[in-house]
Structure formats: C-alpha cells, structure tokens
C-alpha cells in the first residue's frame, strides 16, 4: 500500500516505506530496545507462545470434556478462524504499527481512545502473567517426578514454582540475546517431540478407529450437539492464540513491519497443521472411548497405551522444555506491553517501570511481572478464578483488537504496510469480529461463576491503576508526533 499524499494522520504514513528507526521515529518514539530479532526469531517467539503440540498434551481435556473425540471437529472449525481470520487481522495490524504493546499500541492509536488501547494492554499484561504462573505449576509435577519426588506439599509445590518463575525473571534480565537462545531450545524441543510422538503413533500404534472421530462420548446428551459443538471450540481458542506475541517483540525486530506480521502467519499455520495432525492421531489412537472420557489426562493416557510409557515419558521431557521456553517468552512479551505502557506514562510510577538498563533490558518492568507471577502462584487457592481470567483476558484483547481494527478499516485510517489483506480485508475483520464473539460466549459460559469473578477482579484492579495515574498524564499519549 503507497503513502497517498492527501491523506493526514496514521493513514499518510507507511510503515514499509522507511527504515524501522524512521519509522519508530514517525510514531513518536526513539529506538532504545536491542534490535536483533530476524524472521526466524520472530517465528520462533510465535511458535513457542503458541507451543500446540505441548499445550494440547495438557489441554486435550478440554475439547472432550464437551464433545468427547468429535471436539476434532471443533478444532479444525476453530483453529481455522484463529489462525486464517484472527491471526491474518492481527498480522496486518502488527505489520501497519510494529510497536512493543502491541494491541494496546494498536487500539490507541486508531480509536485515539487512550482507556481502551490502556484495558486491552492491561488485559494481555494479566493473560500473559497469570499464563506464566500457570505453566510454572503444572510443570513443578514433571520435574520433581524425575527426581522421585511425589505426593508434594503446598509448600514445597509452592517452592519450586516461585524458583521456576525466578528463573524465568533472570533469564530475561540478562537480555533479549538470553531469552532468544532459551526459545530457540524450546522451539527445537517441542518440533521433536512433535516429530517423535507422531512418528511413534503412526508406525507403532497403527492407528485405525476412524469411527472415534464421531463419537461424542456420550457428553452432549443433555446439552445438545450444537452447544457442546459450541463449547469445544474452547480447544482450538485455548491452544492457538497470543497473536501479538511477534507485535510485542516489534522494537527488537529486524525489519519489523515484515517480519512480526510473517512470523504471526507463518507460526499460525505452521501450529494448526501441527495439531490437526497431532489431534489426529490421537483420536485414531483411542481404543477404549468411555475409559478416556473418565481420564483427566487424556492425551497422556492415548499416549501410554498406544506407544507405551517410554515413549511418552520422553515426549513429557521435550514438552516440559518447550514449556518452559514459552514461559520465558510470554513474561518477555508481556513486560514489553506493561513497559510500553510506562513509556507513554500510562502507569503508575511510570518514570520507574520504562527505564531501560544498558544491555537493553525493561528492568524494572521485568522485576515487577515476575513479583506479580509469584503473587499469584502464592495465591493458588483461587488458580481456578486465575485461569479463568487469563482465558477472558486474552479473548477479551483480541476481541477488542478485531473490532478496533475494523474501525480503522471503515473509517481508512490505517497506515500503509507491506501485509496488507486487500480485498479480503473487510469480510475477514467482520468474519473475526464474530467468531471473538462466540469465543467470549463459550468462554463465559464454561464457568460463569470463575469468569465472572476474574473479571470483576480484572476490571476492578484496571480502574483503580488508571486512577493512580496523575491526572497530567491519564489519557495522554507523552511525545507522540507524526512526522511526514
């Protein structure tokens, strides 16, 4: 898309036309973070945020919990919109405002409704903290389980969750270069698993009960196929999101315009052929239905019986490595919205969080995610109301994204950019808009009373740190101009 000369604002600049600092510098802002990252990195940083094949070993239960191994089905239905809707929309929407924050960047400046780009960053900043804690405890499990440690107390699960979450923390301490490095492992690390488990069930198992890919388990008897249809879509919106992920890592990406957008597709896709295939499998692999339907583990317990506990056991190792990479680049992406945030002075202490140390680092922001991660692993005793909350919170981000981003589409007011949806534009924002309605739905509707407890803590903690923003800085944007 050109520039066009007789357009002003956002809509008269390109964010293809000039090198990444002119074009930072066009939005406001100098260059202070590392900028290292290339395509393949950009990739990586989606791919492991995202992690299919090792969320889905401990999510599966989710999709049969209300289609039983039909919620296949619902996958395919619902990582289709992920990825091929949602993720091309919030790819062109990086690729138009490559800026660390990303939709929180992205809502403020085409709605130039400062609250609303503030709660969308707010809602990523929690998802992506309290996603930390989460994985942080479901792995302590694993990893004290190859040491011969089992039956846990609070404290000591406790322990080792917090040491997870500290180690993390430093990881990013020591810089982007670090935190790169680690994610790469991960990446490699969940490939290989993906690789070995699928290699495993197709020439050790043999799977072949292609009935299994329409049996509902008896669970929508009550509910009615459509509704439980409905609600395992839960699956694919759980599995494959954290779309701006890339968008988050902008300022430290080598000709970001292009590749934070291609790394969002190029990682979206590459996951939902992943777990389609992933996915599949297992469902062959089943052979006893209303066994697997009793499990709270299912997609371990396919795994042991189909290509014994071995195999498996060695896929949990490369999964437990893959996680914890994706730790690592969930508090990273999420430091940058909250710094991102500070930057423009729409926080509290705001001077203290943007401060950058010399190996380019958000110091202070980094510190205060990962005291906010321990927090909430102290709090444990209401990780169900967390993790509710961190399901609202990222649907409720890109559902605000999607509909932000569809204004800027009718009103014409994006910049020019190299990703650019053309004349598939409009149907696909409209199309996304809907489909993060259904998602709010279904997630609401999973667990009412979790869901809406989370959100009248999210939406309570939101407004009482906007408020504590000084009155001379709320609502503003500091330093941002538009340079032509």
């Not at 000369?5 to 390109?14: C, H, Q, R, S, V």
């Not at 996958?75 to 919030?90: D, E, L, P």
């Not at 439980?228 to 699956?235: H, N, P, R, S, V």
């Amino acid at each position: 898309m050109k520039v066009n000369e007789n357009k002003t604002g956002d809509a008269a600049l390109d964010s293809g036309a000039k090198s990444d600092t002119e074009y930072l510098a066009q939005l406001g802002y100098k260059q202070e973070l590392n900028r290292v990252l290339g395509l393949v990195s950009s990739f990586g940083v989606q791919f492991s945020s995202i992690a299919v094949g090792t969320a889905m070993y401990t999510t599966l239960v989710v999709g049969f919990m209300f289609f039983g191994p039909a919620s296949f089905w619902a996958y395919i239905v619902g990582a289709f919109f992920q990825v091929f809707i949602v993720g091309f929309v919030v790819a062109e929407l990086v690729s138009a405002y490559p800026l660390s924050g990303g939709v929180y960047q992205i809502n403020n400046r085409i709605t130039k409704k400062p609250f609303i780009g503030w709660l969308s960053g707010w809602f990523i900043v929690v998802a992506h903290t309290v996603s930390v804690t989460a994985i942080s405890a479901s792995l302590v499990p694993y990893i004290t389980g190859w040491f011969g440690m089992t039956d846990l107390s609070r404290t000591q699960s406790l322990t080792w969750t917090i040491g997870l979450i500290l180690l993390v923390g430093v990881i990013n301490l020591l810089g982007v270069k670090v935190t790169v490095r680690v994610n790469n492992l991960g990446v490699l690390a969940e490939i290989v698993g993906l690789v070995v488990i699928v290699a495993a069930l197709v020439f050790i198992a043999h799977p072949t009960n292609t009935g299994n890919f329409f049996d509902t388990g008896g669970v929508v008897a009550t509910g009615g196929a459509t509704m439980g249809f409905i609600m395992a879509l839960l699956l694919p919106g759980y599995l494959i999101s954290s779309f701006d992920s890339t968008g988050n890592a902008a300022e430290e990406t080598v000709d970001a315009s292009r590749n934070a957008a291609k790394g969002t597709v190029y990682a979206g896709i590459a996951s939902f052929i992943a777990g389609t295939i992933m996915f599949g499998l297992l469902v062959l692999a089943i052979q006893d239905v209303p066994a697997i339907m009793e499990s709270g583990t299912p997609a371990g317990d396919i795994m042991r019986s189909a290509v014994g506990g071995s195999i498996t056991l060695f896929f949990e190792i490369f999964a437990v490595i893959a996680l914890f990479a994706t730790m690592a680049i969930l508090q990273l992406t999420g430091v940058r919205v909250l710094w991102s945030q500070a930057r423009d002075g729409q926080m509290p202490a705001s001077g203290w969080l943007r401060k950058v140390a010399k190996n380019k680092v958000p110091t202070n922001a980094t510190v205060v995610l990962t005291a906010l991660a321990i927090l909430f692993a102290v709090w444990s005793s209401l990780l169900s109301v967390l993790a509710a909350t961190a399901a609202l919170a990222w649907a409720g981000a890109y559902t605000l994204v999607v509909f932000c981003g569809l204004y800027g589409v009718v009103k014409k007011i994006l910049p020019g950019r190299p990703f650019d949806l053309g004349r598939w534009q409009l149907p696909m924002y409209v199309t996304a808009c809907i489909w993060s309605c259904v998602l709010i739905f279904a997630i609401i509707k999973s667990d009412p009373k979790h869901i809406g407890q989370g959100l009248a803590g999210l939406l309570i903690a939101a407004v009482v740190l906007y408020l504590l923003i000084p009155s001379s800085q709320r609502g503003k944007i500091i330093g941002v101009t538009h340079e032509n």
